[in-house]
């Protein structure tokens, strides 16, 4: 388990923000919310912590009530190098029984974006390359190609499984289910220019 400083729900005062903003602010931006920033709204009640499987069946180093209570309290190290929200399964089952509303499905998903742009996270995940693979995969053709994305986690596996991987996708290009060559969309550059509106770029051209 992570041996981070213990957060309380009333540590709201966050360490001081580089660009007057404080951390808890920039996440809470990151929320879609039509009004203030839920996570103020938290009661620390752990209902989404124990509703949550993966959390549950102990592989977060973070359960996602610690999460809210860490970016609350500014602890933004810990929260980039959490791995809760890579090992998130996006089974909405903590959104929907939080008391407060909140929607901490999406706040997973905000904070894998974040950590994504601001380059930082666990090195040993393979979520943010497997992220990254995805985002440039998109960008070269507007489609995913899973030969390539395959190669993002293929090597974690040991010998036998990479052997059964490589003939299930056999199996698959036979059949034609998974294509030998990358399909490529009409006007790319149209679809490029509104990935930019929507996801900053940076280097992943
Ligand atoms: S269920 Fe909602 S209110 Fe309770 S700890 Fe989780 S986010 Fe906070
Ligand atoms: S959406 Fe993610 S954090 Fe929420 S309960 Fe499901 S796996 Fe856990």
Same mark, same amino acid.
């Given at each position: 388990?992570?041996?981070?400083p213990?957060p309380?729900?009333t540590?709201?005062?966050a360490a001081?923000?580089d660009s007057?903003?404080?951390?808890?602010?920039?996440?809470?931006?990151?929320l879609?919310?039509?009004?203030?920033?839920?996570?103020?709204t938290?009661?620390?009640?752990?209902?989404?912590?124990?509703t949550?499987p993966?959390?549950?069946?102990?592989f977060?180093d973070n359960s996602p009530?610690?999460?809210?209570?860490?970016?609350?309290?500014?602890?933004?190290?810990?929260?980039?190098?959490?791995?809760?929200?890579w090992?998130?399964?996006?089974? $909405?089952q903590? #959104?929907?029984?939080? +008391?407060?509303? &909140?929607?901490? /499905?999406e706040?997973?998903?905000? %904070?894998?974006?974040?950590?994504?742009w601001?380059?930082?996270?666990?090195e040993?995940?393979i979520g943010?390359?497997?992220?990254?693979?995805?985002?440039?995969?998109?960008?070269?053709s507007?489609?995913?190609?899973?030969?390539?994305?395959a190669?993002t $986690?293929?090597f #974690?596996y040991g010998? +036998?499984?990479? &052997?059964?991987? /490589?003939?299930?996708?056999?199996? %698959?290009?036979?059949?034609?289910?998974l294509?030998?060559l990358?399909?490529?969309?009409?006007?790319?550059?149209?679809f490029?220019?509104?990935?930019?509106?929507?996801?900053?770029?940076?280097?992943?051209?």
């Open positions: 388990m992570n041996a981070a213990t309380t729900a540590a709201t005062a001081p923000p007057g903003v404080s951390f808890v602010e920039e996440i809470g931006h990151l879609y919310a039509s009004k203030g920033n839920p996570l103020n938290c009661i620390q009640c752990g209902t989404c912590s124990a949550c993966v959390a549950s069946g102990g977060m009530r610690r999460v809210i209570a860490l970016i609350r309290a500014g602890f933004k190290e810990q929260v980039l190098k959490a791995n809760t929200y090992y998130c399964a996006s089974c $909405y903590c #959104t929907v029984r939080c +008391p407060r509303n &909140i929607d901490i /499905a706040l997973m998903y905000g %904070l894998k974006r974040y950590t994504v601001k380059a930082k996270g666990q040993d995940l943010p390359t497997f992220t990254e693979t995805f985002v440039k995969t998109i960008l070269r507007g489609r995913s190609y899973e030969p390539v994305l190669t $986690y293929l #974690t010998l +036998p499984e990479m &052997i059964q991987e /490589a003939q299930t996708a056999t199996a %698959l290009m036979i059949k034609g289910r294509p030998l990358p399909a490529r969309i009409k006007r790319l550059d149209n490029k220019r509104m990935i930019q509106h929507i996801i900053p770029l940076g280097d992943k051209e």
